[in-house]
């Protein structure tokens, strides 16, 4: 078994995001924000290559998901703040500035990790799941595995086996957005 952390295993394990992440109580402020701009730019270059951009499409961090996880650090996720800044702290001096080969390479070495398995997890999370909470910006994930999106109701000529299904792009929460 290949220790490479590969765009494919982390959309395959996606599918396991959990229905808390589609579903959790909706934001309605301006959303706040928990890193500094140091620790951002830190997290932007580790989830860029836990999904990167490719010829498939955008990556985590066009989609989204350091978004995702910033606020949430800000908000229900309070809690885990300080374990996730300091594991973002314990990645090598000028990890954001390294080359993709190298970023991967630390990732690799550190993906049994808690810290690593937390900020994957939640990467996938901002990258698929709905886009209120600040991920998935235009349902680049959602049109990347090729989910609808919800439907309040369904036609006969969707359900029928074979037939592509047109994109929905709405929210479960009713916007067109990303929850601004």
Same mark, same amino acid.
């Given at each position: 078994m290949s220790d490479e952390i590969t765009r494919r295993s982390l959309i395959v394990s996606a599918a396991f995001v959990p229905l808390a992440a589609l579903t959790s109580n909706a934001q309605t402020a301006?959303?706040?924000?928990?890193?500094?701009?140091?620790e951002r730019k830190i997290l932007d270059a580790f989830v860029d290559r836990l999904i990167p951009a490719d010829?498939? +499409?955008?990556?985590?961090?066009?989609? /989204?998901a350091a978004e995702y996880i910033d606020r949430?650090?800000?908000?229900?996720? #309070?809690a885990e703040k300080d374990s996730i800044v300091a594991g973002l702290h314990s990645l090598p001096e000028g990890f954001a500035d390294l080359s993709p080969e190298k970023r991967d390479a630390v990732l690799?070495?550190?993906?049994n990790q808690p810290f690593f398995n937390r900020v994957r997890r939640?990467?996938?999370?901002?990258?698929f799941?709905?886009?209120?909470? +600040?991920?998935?910006?235009?349902?680049? /994930?959602?049109?990347?595995?090729?989910?609808?999106?919800?439907?309040?109701?369904? #036609?006969p000529e969707d359900q029928k086996m074979?037939?592509?299904?047109?994109?929905y792009h709405r929210s479960?929460?009713?916007?067109d957005h990303n929850g601004h």
């Open positions: 301006a959303p706040a924000r928990a890193l500094a701009a140091s010829e498939l +499409g955008p990556g985590a961090l066009q989609g /989204g949430c650090l800000a908000d229900y996720l #309070a690799t070495s550190i993906q939640l990467t996938l999370e901002g990258m799941g709905d886009p209120h909470y +600040g991920g998935n910006v235009n349902f680049v /994930g959602w049109d990347l595995i090729k989910y609808p999106g919800p439907r309040p109701a369904v #036609a074979g037939v592509e299904i047109k994109p479960a929460w009713g916007s």
